[in-house]
């Protein structure tokens, strides 16, 4: 009798060893299916929730001219806020921090809205111009060409085409206008944190 509850016990603790160790596989296997199936857009927006509240110092790589604003300014960007749909990357300029950029996600793709404002939070007369990608782009690269609504609001930026590109460890974003020698783009490094304590408005 006791080796047959032996065997009995033997046989079910093997049982729920088996059973467990089949669970563990269908949650693995579950967890990468799903990690195959995430769109694109959503995998480039999720690599900014690790950097929230941080900020980077950037530099001018393409489109710099003495007096226009930009060349020989500090440039910092701030990750201030990300939740599943909508980052919001405040782009500093010196003492000018009226320049927010602002990645939101919908229907698998992702739209970049330029949000500008003066120093008493309201909106400026010229913001949330930019545009919706046409498709769900890639990890490090998400390209945005200029929207109806720009178009209507900036007559000249409706040839604007916006680019951000995302790696991990740098971030730029660029614009270029077609049909023109247009080219701005400016690089942050992302591995080297620095201080500050701005704020947009």
């Known amino acids: 009798m006791d080796n047959f509850r032996n065997s009995v016990c033997f046989n079910f603790n093997y049982f729920m060893m088996f059973n467990r160790s089949i669970l563990v596989l269908f949650f693995f296997i579950g967890n990468y299916l799903f990690a195959q199936n995430k769109p694109q857009s959503k995998i480039f927006l999720e690599q900014f929730k690790p950097l929230i509240g941080q900020y980077f110092e950037g530099e001018i790589v393409s489109g710099g001219k003495e007096g226009d604003g930009f060349v020989g300014k500090r440039l910092l960007m701030e990750v201030m806020s990300y939740d599943d749909r909508e980052v919001k990357i405040p782009f500093y300029v010196g003492d000018d921090k009226s320049r927010t950029w602002v990645l939101s996600y919908s229907n698998n793709v992702l739209t970049l809205k330029h949000d500008h404002r003066h120093k008493d939070g309201s909106a ?3 913001t949330f111009y930019g545009g919706t990608a046409t ?3 890639s990890d490090v690269i998400q390209v945005f060409p200029a ?3 720009t178009c209507q609001m900036i007559d000249y930026a409706c040839q604007n085409v916006w ?11 660029n614009l270029r206008r077609i049909g023109t020698d247009r080219l701005f783009t400016v690089k ?8 500050s304590d701005y704020k947009p408005w």
Request: hydrophobic share 25%; charged share 30%; net charge negative.
């Open 163 to 173: 680019w951000i590109t995302m790696d991990g460890t740098t971030y730029t974003y």
């Open 135 to 137: 498709n769900e782009g």
């Open 147 to 149: 929207d109806n609504e």
């Open 124 to 126: 400026d007369e010229v």
């Open 188 to 195: 942050f490094d992302l591995s080297k944190p620095v201080k």
